[in-house]
């Protein structure tokens, strides 16, 4: 089961390649993590904002660069994808730990300053103990590596957009299999996945199924999930698990533009700020999380200058899952806020994130 954490981690997967990946650039953290003894809540507040946009920076580097290995393995040789595939597994793993150990040093830091109260003399934590760890890091405890392995089994459609770009997807799996559960070590399954690559600058509402010949490993005849996709990035639509032997009989992707929002009137010099903020994890649905609900939220709302809570809240971007949409709602609903000028309209973005 995925766990929840406030800030996008990619999963770790690898498609094995042949080439370097000078067109992907790696994110760098341009700032710490305040020790939460010491620290003002305001602190904490701007490193959790700070934290979230590295996140989605690393993620759109993680994406570029399972985006940059599919297209260069096509045609290659078995040797050549292996010898390059140990220098994607080292670029993709050394970005994806250092955002893990930026969230677990956070994470901690959150507790001293609610244990504490935090202080009026901030300074840095050592995050050193969380560097270690996150280097080490491996899954379900049974000494298996973070990263596996995955081949393109087949390739999809190429979508032309109106207006310029095009979408496309494909079909990858295990090369290796897989134990199909950590309680069972009796049976083994490949892991399968549809990608959408989405080669334009519009965000893409997807679909997409996976059917198998028989079920897969929880008993399905089809897998299906959706999903938004960002411009220039390739992302995980659909994923299943399936004993070795069973194999995929039909895969699918439809993507379609999304339509983009209206400017609002308020003035460009018309700001908002949040004196009572809250916590996005608190919000989300154990039912969204259950089932691996994710995704982003636009809410537009209305503020009367004074800080008070927003009005005449509602959702004009949906995530594409409503229990998403409506917690978002309540969310923003929950905090105060006040404005620069008189009655105006805002718009705020919500990321329900589930890690791998």
């Known amino acids: 089961m995925r766990t929840l954490v406030r800030i996008i981690i990619a999963g770790s997967l690898v498609l094995t390649g042949t080439a370097a990946f000078a067109d992907c650039t790696r994110p760098r953290p341009t700032f710490s993590i ?18 979230a946009d590295f996140g989605g920076k690393v993620r759109d580097y993680l994406n570029c660069l399972n985006g940059d290995i599919s297209q260069k393995a096509v045609g290659k040789d078995t040797a050549a994808r292996e010898e390059l595939s140990k220098a994607h597994v080292a670029a993709y793993n050394e970005a994806a730990n250092e955002l893990r150990w930026l969230a677990g040093c956070y994470k901690t830091q959150l507790e001293i300053f609610k244990s504490t109260g935090g202080g009026t003399k901030p300074k840095p934590a050592d995050c050193s103990s ?57 049976e083994d399954c490949l892991y399968r996945a549809v990608h959408v690559r989405n080669d334009s600058d519009e965000v893409l509402e997807c679909k997409g199924e996976i059917s198998y010949t028989g079920t897969d490993s929880s008993g ?40 983009k929002l209206p400017p609002l009137d308020t003035p460009a010099n018309c700001k908002y700020e949040v004196v009572k903020p809250i916590s996005i994890g608190d919000y989300y649905p154990t039912a969204s999380r259950d089932v691996g609900e994710e995704g982003p939220v636009v809410v537009e709302f209305t503020l009367s200058g004074k800080a008070a809570r927003p009005t005449e809240v509602r959702t004009v971007a949906s995530s594409m899952y409503p229990r998403l949409d409506e917690a978002a709602v309540k969310a923003v609903g929950d905090m105060v806020m006040s404005s620069s000028c008189g009655k105006a309209r805002f718009r705020l973005k919500l990321s329900f994130q589930l890690q791998q």
């Open 130 to 186: 969380y560097i270690a760890a996150a280097a080490n890091q491996v899954a379900g405890g049974g000494g298996t590596p973070l990263t596996t392995e995955l081949t393109v089994e087949a390739s999809g459609r190429t979508v032309e957009i109106p207006g310029g770009g095009k979408w496309l997807y494909y079909l990858a799996r295990d090369i290796r299999p897989r134990r199909c559960s950590a309680k069972d070590a009796t």
């Open 220 to 259: 399905k005849k089809t897998s299906a999930s959706q999903l938004l996709v960002s411009g220039r990035g390739t992302y995980m639509l659909v994923e299943s698990l399936a004993k070795q032997g069973v194999d995929a009989e039909t895969f699918d992707a439809q993507c379609i533009p999304r339509a």
């Open 34 to 51: 305040p020790e939460g003894g010491s620290t003002a809540e305001k602190d904490l507040i701007a490193a959790n904002t700070a934290l």
